[in-house]
């Protein structure tokens, strides 16, 4: 494993309990980075907090990601527990299940785009000044190759994540000078608990699109969002990593 410096760095994490998220909690610990996880699974949390404290300092908070109360409560807690927030990784996220648009339940759709998309914006929205105030901050989403060609099957999902892209790069232009960086991946699936509320015909299909035939490893994500989070990546911004065994055209 390449060494990847985020020594006295502070990262929070939403969805942090388990995938990707905690893939890339351990990733940063063993950087030197301090984690915060974010995430509304109590049971999960504790566990990974337990678990991920072997490998440095960590704190939780559990949070209801789109209630813009305790998104500023968590934030809170994380400056006064830690000093400083260096990172934010906005990876929590739902599928919703799978269905045609116009079998989708609007609660559902409602439902999906609220947490993959307004949550990273209450978040940002809490974090950033922070950021701001530093002169310094790492912003990275987890978006989805979804985001750039659409899933069928899974409108409300990909709209979430493109809608995500599009905050990255907005936000990104908005930050440009002010020492604070935004960048999103656009992974394709990674088999993780996310898979439990898509069809085994949903996961075939994204399979059958990844050249390298194979599913995304967690490890995988965590080595690129850990790169994206460090001091080195200090030129590219609003810009969308692929992750998706070259799945992606564009």
């Not at 905690?22 to 301090?34: H, I, K, N, P, T």
């Not at 300092?57 to 006064?80: F, G």
């Not at 559902?108 to 530093?134: D, G, H, S």
Request: aromatic share 6%.
């Amino acid at each position: 494993m390449n060494q990847i410096d985020l020594k006295g760095r502070v990262a929070v994490i939403t969805g942090g309990a388990q995938g990707i998220g905690y893939a890339a909690a351990e990733r940063m610990l063993q950087s030197g980075a301090s984690v915060v996880l974010w995430d509304i699974d109590a049971a999960r949390l504790a566990e990974a907090e337990t678990a991920l404290a072997k490998l440095g300092k960590v704190s939780a908070s559990i949070v209801e990601l789109c209630v813009d109360a305790d998104v500023a409560a968590a934030t809170e807690t994380a400056v006064k527990i830690h000093g400083r927030i260096d990172i934010l990784v906005n990876n929590a996220g739902i599928t919703g299940g799978n269905a045609p648009t116009w079998e989708l339940a609007p609660e559902v759709w409602r439902r999906v785009i609220e947490v993959n998309l307004v949550a990273p914006f209450l978040t940002c929205r809490a974090v950033v000044p922070q950021m701001i105030k530093q002169g310094y901050g790492r912003i990275v989403n987890i978006a989805s190759v979804a985001g750039k060609e659409g899933n069928p099957n899974a409108s409300h999902y990909s709209a979430s994540k493109a809608g995500l892209i599009a905050l990255t790069k907005s936000l990104a232009k908005e930050l440009a000078t002010k020492g604070v960086i935004a960048n999103a991946v656009s992974p394709a699936a990674a088999k993780t608990a996310i898979f439990d509320s898509m069809t085994q015909q949903h996961i075939d299909f994204m399979l059958s699109k990844i050249p390298m035939a194979r599913f995304l490893e967690v490890g995988e994500a965590a080595a690129m969002i850990a790169w994206l989070a460090s001091e080195e990546c200090s030129f590219s911004t609003g810009a969308v990593f692929d992750l998706s065994g070259g799945r992606a055209t564009y």
